[in-house]
């Protein structure tokens, strides 16, 4: 979803596809998602699609690393796995 508002806002880098081009993309891959989720839920249920979402965390982390050469900082890193309302 992120992707779709950054790209439909023209906050992606200037020097790739154009603006349309991008949007059309956006939101060819979002639809593409959401009908995935549906028919998986569909088909395995619930319960068991619920349980595979943190394995859709997951594989986006890990497509960053190996597709946009993307780096998480330790600092970061820690800032995200200390769990919500903890102060250091």
């Known amino acids: 979803m992120t992707v779709t508002l950054h790209v439909a806002a023209g ?4 020097n790739g596809p ?3 081009a991008r949007l059309l993309l956006a939101l060819v891959v979002t639809y593409l998602g ?8 569909r ?3 619930g319960g068991q699609t619920a349980l595979l979402m943190p394995l859709e965390i997951l594989l986006s982390v890990l497509w960053s690393f190996l597709l946009l050469g993307a780096w998480l ?3 970061l890193a820690m ?3 200390r769990p919500v309302g ?3």
């Open 11 to 14: 906050m992606a880098p200037a």
């Open 18 to 20: 154009s603006r349309a």
């Open 34 to 41: 959401r009908l995935t989720q549906f028919i998986a839920i």
């Open 43 to 45: 088909e395995l249920g």
């Open 73 to 75: 900082s330790t600092s």
């Open 79 to 81: 800032q995200r796995a």
């Open 86 to 88: 903890v102060t250091p």
